[in-house]
């Protein structure tokens, strides 16, 4: 995991059944939020349905890679559960603590899905846009139905690349011990954006001038357009509370 990065290009080579049933029994195994399981996968080989996504999103990587995971909250099977059992299903996915619930399940299960595809020597690379480009056009692609709402999409192949290892925060400014320190932040944020702009300019490939400070806000102010919360309440999801 340390040499980790997210690989864009992949080889035409599949991946196995043997290996999918492994990174299948990772995710089953993933923990969640009081064993509730508020996930579910949708593993998607069919060249259609990825050029679809790509039309979409935008993202070459889905129509190149071989398998495509989208990892939703899924709140749809318990509501089936407690119809079945002719309990009451409380209004918990329409609260933001529902839908924390179900990011946080959504998200670990991706991780557990990177961990175990990157041990079988895949590459991998997490797609946003897979929840933001289009999620109504999506929901509607995928059939999701009502309390299922895409979280992140997993590009999954035979890495045909090998890109340069982009430099994370440094220790002093991702761990606290015991309280958060504001001591000196800005400096080593400062400190870390030359390091980024540094890495832009001269990493193999294509380069940029960004730096990171600058460039996490301009996404902050294109992701200010996203209508997220209409397209969860289309979901049946949404923040009542």
Known sequence: MLERRSVRRYEREPITPEQMDFIYEAI???????????????????????????????????????????????????????????????????????????????????????????????????IGYARTAAPDEISHLLEL????????????GVPREQPDLKPKQPHDLMFFHNKYSTENVTARVLAYDKIIKEYNATRSGHKTDNDWVTHMLGYYTEAMNYNILAALENQGLGVTR
């Open 28 to 126: 089953r195994n993933t923990p969640t939020s009081y064993n509730g399981q508020q996930f579910s996968v949708i593993d998607i080989d069919d060249q259609a349905i990825k050029e679809s996504l790509y039309s979409l999103t935008g993202q070459k990587q889905i129509k190149t890679c071989n398998r495509f995971l989208v990892f939703c909250i899924d709140y749809y099977k318990i509501t089936m559960g407690a119809e079945a059992k002719g309990v009451e299903m409380p209004e918990f996915p329409k609260t933001a603590d529902g839908v924390i619930v179900g990011v946080v399940d959504a998200a670990l299960a991706m991780m557990s899905t990177i961990v175990a595809a990157e041990s079988l020597g895949l590459g991998t690379c997490p």
């Open 145 to 156: 139905p009502k309390g299922v709402f895409v979280v992140c999409g997993l590009a999954i």
